[in-house]
């Protein structure tokens, strides 16, 4: 390192270097950190740096989901999950930071806010992609437990890319010394099953599979499903409130809503993988069901990964965008050659 860091909460300036890594500028500021857009030297590419903020350096807790946060990304090696390459700590200097593939676009979440809500086919091509990567992460016996707009990045191409794995473990802040209960909330409220609301170590893949459904909801109206005026009125109703759609939506996306956003997990599609397999019968003029004749619902499909030819059905098509052009056509789909076993 060739440059001291500050121990206050101030961006780094271009230059700087942090293990063989040349910070150029900021590119975002989270809850744990800051992200910076650098060069690594040894290989000559550009890189996303995540660094712990100064502010979370004194909490054990915070470092260690801080950095299990780059471990279970790294786990993970998928084309629609944001690569880690490598993690650094040097706790006399109080440095925690990772690298990682550096991506450039547009959140979901800026996308819709710039350019309003996607067509149908758009929606459903970056839910699928997304899809996928849960898919993965389950079959790893892994829950995200933040999937939101805000956590998919879209390239210029139009891939669609799932951040922050922090959260794959417990982020619940405990009473101390007391027998008291406290509200803890592990992700983000809005796009969070009931279940997780009520115990954030109850989440389960189908949780993942509310939020993404509720991210569907967001890329298809440009709202979540369900809001509130406080955190515990939004919980409540996320628990009893029936949905209720726009009258231009689909009806297979409504059938497919209904089946991500249901109340109860054993209602719900179970994994990213059934999310996979749903959306194939939609792109194949089918409406999507829970229980698919010879899919399996009792236990973490392996569907997720055969190449198929989903990208280039009908839920393909260009992002509406400037920022993000893509030139990829629509074709006919083959038949699914998906495989499915009880793990």
Same mark, same amino acid.
């Given at each position: 390192?060739?440059?001291?860091? !500050? @121990?206050?909460p101030?961006?780094?300036?271009?230059?700087?270097?942090? /293990?063989?890594? +040349?910070?150029? /500028?900021?590119?975002?500021?989270?809850?744990?950190?800051n992200?910076?857009l650098?060069?690594?030297?040894?290989?000559?590419?550009?890189?996303?740096l995540?660094?712990? %903020?100064?502010?979370h350096?004194?909490? !054990?807790?915070?470092i260690?989901s *801080?950095?299990?946060?780059?471990?279970?990304?790294?786990?993970?090696? /998928? !084309?629609?999950?944001?690569? +880690? %390459?490598?993690?650094f +700590?040097?706790?006399?200097r109080?440095?925690?930071c990772?690298?990682?593939?550096?991506?450039e676009?547009l959140?979901?979440?800026?996308?819709?806010q710039?350019? &309003?809500v996607?067509?149908?086919?758009?929606?459903? #091509?970056?839910?699928?992609?997304?899809a996928k990567?849960?898919?993965q992460? #389950?079959?790893q016996g892994?829950?995200h437990?933040? +999937?939101?707009?805000d956590? $998919?990045?879209?390239?210029?191409?139009g891939s669609?890319?799932?951040?922050?794995?922090?959260l794959v473990?417990?982020r $619940?802040? @405990?009473a101390p010394?007391?027998?008291?209960?406290?509200?803890s909330i592990?992700g983000?409220?809005?796009?969070?099953?009931?279940e @997780? #609301?009520?115990?954030?170590?109850?989440?389960v893949?189908?949780?993942?599979?509310?939020s993404?459904?509720?991210?569907? *909801?967001?890329?298809l109206?440009?709202? !979540?499903?369900?809001?509130?005026?406080t955190i515990?009125?939004l919980i409540?109703?996320?628990a009893t409130?029936p949905?209720?759609?726009?009258?231009?939506?689909?009806? =297979?996306?409504r059938?497919?809503?209904?089946?991500m956003?249901?109340?109860r997990?054993?209602d719900?599609?179970? =994994?990213?993988?059934?999310?996979?397999?749903?959306l194939?019968? $939609?792109?194949?003029?089918?409406?999507? #069901?829970?229980?698919p004749?010879? *899919?399996n619902?009792? &236990?973490t499909?392996? $569907? &997720?990964?055969? =190449?198929?030819d989903?990208?280039?059905?009908?839920?393909?098509g260009e992002?509406p965008?400037?920022s993000?052009?893509?030139?990829?056509? &629509?074709?006919?789909?083959?038949?699914p050659?998906?495989?499915?076993?009880?793990?």
């Amino acid at each position: 390192m060739s440059a001291e860091l !500050p @121990q206050a909460p101030n961006v780094l300036a271009a230059g700087v270097e942090i /293990h063989g890594y +040349v910070i150029q /500028h900021l590119l975002g500021r989270g809850g744990m950190g800051n992200v910076y857009l650098a060069t690594q030297k040894s290989l000559d590419r550009q890189v996303a740096l995540k660094i712990l %903020h100064p502010n979370h350096l004194r909490n !054990p807790a915070a470092i260690e989901s *801080f950095l299990r946060e780059a471990r279970a990304a790294a786990q993970l090696n /998928h !084309p629609n999950i944001v690569a +880690v %390459h490598d993690v650094f +700590v040097e706790a006399e200097r109080k440095l925690y930071c990772y690298s990682m593939e550096y991506v450039e676009g547009l959140t979901a979440s800026q996308l819709v806010q710039s350019q &309003g809500v996607l067509k149908r086919a758009q929606a459903l #091509h970056l839910t699928y992609q997304i899809a996928k990567a849960l898919g993965q992460a #389950h079959r790893q016996g892994m829950v995200h437990r933040d +999937v939101k707009p805000d956590n $998919i990045l879209i390239t210029k191409s139009g891939s669609a890319k799932l951040l922050d794995l922090g959260l794959v473990r417990d982020r $619940i802040m @405990q009473a101390p010394e007391s027998g008291s209960r406290v509200l803890s909330i592990v992700g983000t409220p809005e796009y969070s099953a009931p279940e @997780q #609301h009520r115990n954030p170590k109850q989440a389960v893949p189908g949780s993942d599979v509310y939020s993404l459904g509720a991210t569907l *909801f967001f890329l298809l109206v440009g709202r !979540p499903p369900i809001s509130g005026e406080t955190i515990i009125d939004l919980i409540v109703r996320v628990a009893t409130e029936p949905l209720s759609y726009p009258a231009n939506i689909p009806a =297979d996306c409504r059938k497919l809503l209904d089946l991500m956003l249901a109340k109860r997990p054993s209602d719900r599609l179970y =994994d990213g993988d059934a999310v996979v397999e749903a959306l194939r019968a $939609i792109s194949e003029g089918r409406m999507p #069901h829970l229980h698919p004749e010879g *899919f399996n619902d009792g &236990g973490t499909t392996n $569907i &997720g990964d055969l =190449d198929e030819d989903f990208e280039d059905a009908e839920t393909e098509g260009e992002l509406p965008s400037r920022s993000l052009p893509t030139d990829v056509e &629509g074709a006919q789909t083959k038949k699914p050659r998906a495989r499915r076993r009880r793990r």
